[in-house]
């Protein structure tokens, strides 16, 4: 069935490193793919989408595209503040799955000042 | 505007007791649905409403049940509770199903004891 995969956590970095977290995925057809994020004691909330390939998703410096050929959407940022320290997930909506959301297990992301 | 709202924040329960989660949303959408999230996991899909009077079972739906008599209303009943039902519940609401951003309640903890 279809599925998500992302790096393991947590992930830690210092102040204004560069941050990239791996996601792939498996899918019937072409998915809608999403990063959404969690910070703590909170919901999720949307970070970025990107609905076909080639397309970039942006929003608050976190940039991903959406890369048919290595079913990858990988989410980066070029310099990490400490509030960004938050869960990542990565998801997407699978027609296949009557069009509702496959997430992927959430990465950790701590950043230290 | 509150968004999408959940009730109790937290909540414990007794091996065999019933309970419902409650969830409210106020943007008019259409699609409603309920995820737990655990460890390691993300976050899988219960069940989920695609409009009021219908309900599908989603990735986990044994041991509860849904209703959906109101487009604001979409509570989560827990039948008879088990210690594999100890998590975190995320009730979720979007325009409708597909690349639709989906808006995350809070959460409700719950342990089964």
């Known amino acids: 069935g279809d599925s998500v995969t992302q790096m393991e956590g947590p992930v830690t970095l210092s102040e204004e490193a560069f941050l990239t977290i791996n996601c792939t995925y498996t899918a019937t057809g072409y998915p809608s793919l999403f990063w959404y994020v969690q910070y703590p004691g909170e919901g999720l909330q949307l970070l970025l989408k990107?609905?076909?390939?080639?397309d970039k998703g942006s929003n608050k410096g976190f940039e991903a595209t959406y890369r048919k050929e290595t079913t990858s959407f990988h989410l980066e940022k070029g310099s990490v503040q400490v509030s960004d320290s938050a869960v990542y997930f990565c998801a997407l909506s699978a027609i296949s799955y009557g069009q509702n959301f496959v997430f992927g297990p959430g990465t950790r992301l701590s950043v230290l000042p | 505007n509150a968004g999408v709202t959940q009730t109790p924040k937290f909540q414990v329960l007794k091996t065999g007791q019933s309970m419902t989660l409650q969830c409210a949303q106020d943007?008019?959408?259409?699609?409603m649905s309920w995820y737990r999230q655990d460890p390691g996991m993300g976050l899988r899909l219960i069940h989920y409403?695609?409009?009021?009077?219908?309900?599908d079972q989603g990735e986990v739906p044994n041991g509860y049940n849904v209703s959906r008599s109101t487009t604001e209303d979409f509570p989560l009943r827990l039948l008879s509770a088990a210690p594999s039902q100890t998590s975190v519940y995320f009730c979720?609401?979007?325009?409708?199903?597909?690349?639709?951003?989906?808006?995350f309640g809070p959460g409700t903890r719950l342990t089964v004891l």
């Open positions: 409403s695609v409009g009021a009077g219908i309900t």
């Open positions: 979720a609401s979007s325009y409708s199903m597909g690349a639709h951003t989906q808006y």
């Open positions: 990107a609905t076909k390939a080639d």
């Open positions: 943007m008019n959408h259409e699609y």
